[in-house]
């Protein structure tokens, strides 16, 4: 039994209120407050890093996955295009995009629509985007409760700087990546079973050249022959919802990045370690257990609540639909999660963490808010006219 301190009951300072609170400026958070921002809501996005992108930038994961099914057809459109070509707006580190950005070229054969960007370039068009929309970012700043009042989020208890406050909002968006925000409201969540592996991706710049250099392997690897394959660099693997853990695994990805950079030489003129990540690069942590969970098997099943497709990056050929029901829990109906932690199985979740799954279930997080404060009033049909205005194509057959 561990040993507690009884906390003294104190007043905080309540924020100005807002139409939508977004938790995470990763590419979901993005997508949810320029989605709702953008349809005239008052919005507030809380992140508690400097930067907007999350793993994306911050966790230099700077490699924008398929908008499209492996064999020439793009399934993801909306935000995750808008911000797949912002993120190239001033070129690209890899991955020639400009094959199939041409006008009028139809036939794209097996181009997945992928693209590698410079993180901190990235970053700061997507904060100006942010700003065009009218949405306003609170950096800094850690959610670290939530308070439940009848049956809906009344609020959210935030530190920062400025020391503690409360916010208020009529709905809110949890994009934290690990369903922090389900966590703290107590709604019950789901752990990724077998846990995370090390990552400690870097950058480093040789002779005249920067490059990615990407250590620790994914759980499923690329079967493309000719794809860098990654080496497993630990053998614990950890669940990412524990500080300890977090740290610990920090601190050795560090070492491993500087060590493999070492091997390569020391600093120099035209040799250095350029980058590390800033977030721990953790692919899957804790999801919702939300209305519907998604399952690999569900390859090309219509769903009639479908907010958006993807494809798998893994292989070619399967496109699935995601049902608005993977967003959100009836018992608290002003709450969507949006990115890595939706309502998805384990099998399922490498598919759904990636940066266009994450930005289209952002748009509709942040569109269903911008229709109706609570989730259960609203029918699926009247998101998805909203998100066909904005270029969203919902279904397998209504691709070409
Ligand atoms: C090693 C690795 C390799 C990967 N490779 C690829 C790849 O090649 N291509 C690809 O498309 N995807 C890849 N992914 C997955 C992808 O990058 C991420 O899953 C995706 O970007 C997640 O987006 P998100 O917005 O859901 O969450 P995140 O990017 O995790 O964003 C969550 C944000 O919320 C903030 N936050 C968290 N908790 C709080 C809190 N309590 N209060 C305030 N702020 C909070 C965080 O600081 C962060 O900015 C990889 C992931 C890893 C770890």
């Keep these: 039994m561990g040993r507690y301190f009884m906390e003294k009951a104190h007043r905080l300072p309540i924020c100005t209120k807002y139409d939508i609170a977004v938790v995470g400026g990763g590419i979901a958070g993005v997508c949810a407050a320029i989605a ?3 349809r005239g809501k008052r919005v507030l996005l809380l992140e508690r890093m400097f930067a907007l992108g999350g793993l994306a930038t911050l966790g230099l994961v700077t490699v924008y996955l398929p908008l499209c099914d492996g064999n020439g057809k793009q399934v993801s459109f909306g935000i995750a295009e808008e911000l797949l070509k912002l993120s190239i707006q001033h070129g690209f580190e890899a991955d020639n995009p400009y094959t199939w950005l041409k006008p009028g070229n139809g036939q794209h054969g097996k181009q997945r629509y992928q693209v590698r960007f410079n993180a901190q370039v990235f970053a700061v068009l997507m904060e100006e985007l942010l700003e065009e929309a009218g949405a ?8 670290t409760n939530a308070v439940m009042e009848e049956g809906r989020l009344g609020g959210l208890i935030i ?5 503690r406050q409360f916010v208020e909002a009529a709905s809110f968006v949890d994009a934290s990546g690990d369903a922090d925000v389900y966590q703290f409201a107590g709604a019950p969540t789901a752990l990724y079973e077998k846990k995370n592996s090390l990552a400690a991706w870097y950058y480093a710049t040789e002779d005249g050249r920067t490059s990615l250099h990407m250590l620790g392997a994914a759980d499923v690897l690329p079967k493309d022959p000719n794809a860098e394959i990654p080496v497993r660099i630990a053998s614990q693997r950890i669940s990412g919802v524990d500080a300890w853990e977090i740290s610990g695994q920090m601190r050795e ?3 491993h990045s500087l060590k493999a950079f070492l091997e390569k030489g020391g600093v120099s003129e035209s040799h250095s370690l350029t980058t590390l990540a800033m977030l721990p690069q953790l692919r899957m942590t804790r ?3 939300g209305e519907y ?3 690999e098997t569900e390859s090309h099943r219509f769903f009639e609540d479908s907010i958006g497709m993807i494809g798998d990056w893994r292989k070619c050929g399967p496109v699935f639909e995601i049902p608005l029901r993977t967003l959100y829990r009836a018992d608290i109906p002003n709450l969507a999660a949006a990115g890595r932690c939706i309502s998805v199985t384990d099998a399922m979740w490498d598919i759904t963490r990636v940066i266009p799954a994450c930005a289209v279930t952002g748009q509709a997080a942040g569109t269903a808010f911008a229709l109706n404060e609570t989730l259960t009033q609203l029918k699926a049909a009247s998101v998805q006219e909203a998100l066909k205005q904005d270029g969203v194509i919902l279904h397998e057959s209504k691709t070409i």
């Design 293 to 295: 969970t998604l399952d």
């Design 287 to 289: 999801r919702i257990c």
């Design 253 to 255: 990805a560090h070492r």
């Design 159 to 163: 530190e920062n700087k400025s020391g």
């Design 36 to 38: 709702a921002a953008r």
């Design 136 to 143: 306003d970012i609170l950096y800094g700043t850690v959610v």
